[in-house]
């Protein structure tokens, strides 16, 4: 049997984080089984659901680079399918009709909740003769629940979970208006699919009860059922706006790459050992129902930040520079050339070890791409006095008989300089790197001349020496 999963969110809005982590752990799990891995919008309420949610949905897990097999599902468009099962259901006698009034039904969780007891309908209607019905009223279609006993769940992270039959009641398949519940187009959706397994939250854990009345209803076969625990804040409360963003194209936005989002992610309710760092080929190998946890994982954005510098320093050069670019441009407040594209590729591998995030990255590599005249810094400022100024002007009449431009030649020939007038190393290179990036911070000022270039770099000089 072919393993078959499934990423069904509802598009009312963004892709959020604890859905991003059910659909790649339903992603991982098909592609470590070899399986297959399908996605439906489950688009049935029309007051709430977007064309926009459907698209940040897809994007979302493109962004993510997880991929699904087949064209998505869209569940509104199956209704008439939903509706026929719920007929067979009737004429199986596993399902009635109902004829309680909004008014009745208010009335009797008053009297439940009155009572001390769960408000749950009371099943009035389940062996009524149909020819008391009063005229006028739509019926909704009710499942023919069992009354006693239990329904067990064996489930692949909570184990065995069980629920007395008599604490769920006749729940309804079909509204007054024909329109299918969630509870049966979720059921006959997962079995059209052929999904074998469920994977999503917990707080999911309830409808799967239900949800396996259904399939025993209509002698289906249940899917195996894997729930989740939910991501809670640093606070342990249940994630919420209060704890940050919720949607992964926030953290798109603030400069997380997509790798370290799924390894972060992963790494939320999941574990191989101690192993922190978990490329996706490794997750793929090994991804099972076993290293997932049943305490809630908390999310932590240093630490997210955390391992997407890891994946920075990993990063290739020419890609970091394709995902920067627009940032750099907005630096600039100009357009980018073929020139400051080398120079951002040559100097992003001596930025990459102090940036965190790709928007850390952009800025530290704005040195590369600002026009001159350069605009200062105050700090910057500060340390390009008239003395600074001339000794500059010094330098670069030095630099430009040098016949080799690299970092190390660059390195002997500034130290030379800086004994040559009696000062510390410090004395000059500060100021020249002020001279030459606008600011005081940057990676070795001697690698920033070797990207710059001889004759960048003598320019630069030139602009500030006295």
């Known amino acids: 049997m072919t ?3 499934r990423f069904a969110p509802s598009p009312t809005g ?16 098909a592609r470590h089984t070899g399986g297959r891995f399908l996605l439906r919008i489950e688009d049935t309420d029309r007051k709430r659901s977007t064309p926009e949610a459907t698209q940040a949905i897809l994007e979302g897990l493109e962004w993510l680079e997880i991929d699904w097999d087949d064209e998505p599902v869209y569940q509104f468009s199956r209704m008439d399918r939903h509706a026929a099962v719920a007929q067979e259901l009737l004429a199986a006698g596993h399902a009635y009709h109902c004829y309680c009034s909004p008014e009745e039904l208010a ?6 909740r009155q009572d001390g007891r769960t408000a749950l309908y009371d099943g009035r209607w389940r062996d009524r003769d149909p020819g008391e019905a009063p005229e006028g009223v739509a019926p909704v279609v009710r499942l023919k629940a069992p009354q006693t006993g239990e329904t067990v769940l064996d489930d692949k992270v909570q184990g065995a979970v069980t629920v007395a039959n008599d604490q769920l009641d006749d729940m309804v398949l079909l509204r007054a208006d024909g329109t299918p519940t969630y509870m049966l187009s979720v059921v006959v959706d997962d079995h059209d699919m052929d999904i074998t397994h469920v994977i999503r939250g917990d707080d999911h854990l309830t409808n799967a009860f239900r949800q396996t009345q259904i399939y025993k209803a209509l002698d289906w076969t249940p899917p195996e059922f894997a729930h989740i625990p939910l991501i809670h804040g640093q606070d342990g409360a249940k994630m919420s706006k209060r704890h940050g963003a919720l949607g992964v194209d926030a953290y798109s936005d603030a400069g997380i790459l997509p790798e370290a989002m799924r390894n972060y ?13 978990i490329s996706t080929s490794q997750a793929t190998e090994w991804f099972d129902f076993g ?19 890891h994946y920075l320093k990993e990063a290739d050069d020419e890609r970091l520079y394709e995902l920067i670019a ?11 050339t073929k020139e ?3 120079r951002v590729v040559a100097g992003v591998e001596g930025l990459k070890p102090r940036a965190k995030t790709l928007l850390e990255l952009a800025t530290a590599a704005a040195i590369y791409v600002r026009p001159r005249p350069l605009s200062f810094d105050p700090k910057a400022e500060g340390l390009l006095d008239e003395e600074a100024r001339h000794r500059l002007g010094e330098i670069a009449e030095r630099l430009s008989k040098l016949g080799e431009w690299q970092v190390d030649i660059l390195e002997k020939s500034i130290k030379a300089y800086a004994e040559d007038v009696g000062v510390k ?16 911070v940057s990676p070795g000022i001697f690698d920033v001349m070797a990207v710059f270039g001889k004759e960048e770099t003598i320019a630069r000089l030139g602009d500030v020496a006295a």
């Open 107 to 112: 009335e009797m969780r008053d009297a439940a």
């Open 326 to 336: 627009s940032d750099l441009a907005t630096h600039k407040n100009a357009p980018l």
């Open 265 to 277: 992610l992963l790494r939320l309710g999941w574990s191989h050992g101690d192993d922190e760092i």
């Open 425 to 440: 190393l410090g004395k000059v290179a500060q100021p020249l790197r002020a001279a030459l990036t606008g600011t005081t």
């Open 291 to 309: 290293g997932i946890g049943k305490s809630p994982a908390r999310f932590d954005m240093a630490k997210l930040e955390s391992v997407n510098s």
């Open 340 to 342: 400051d594209q080398t």
């Open 14 to 29: 963004f892709l959020h984080i604890g859905g991003a982590r059910t659909a790649l752990f339903n992603w991982l799990y």
């Open 3 to 5: 393993t078959t999963t």
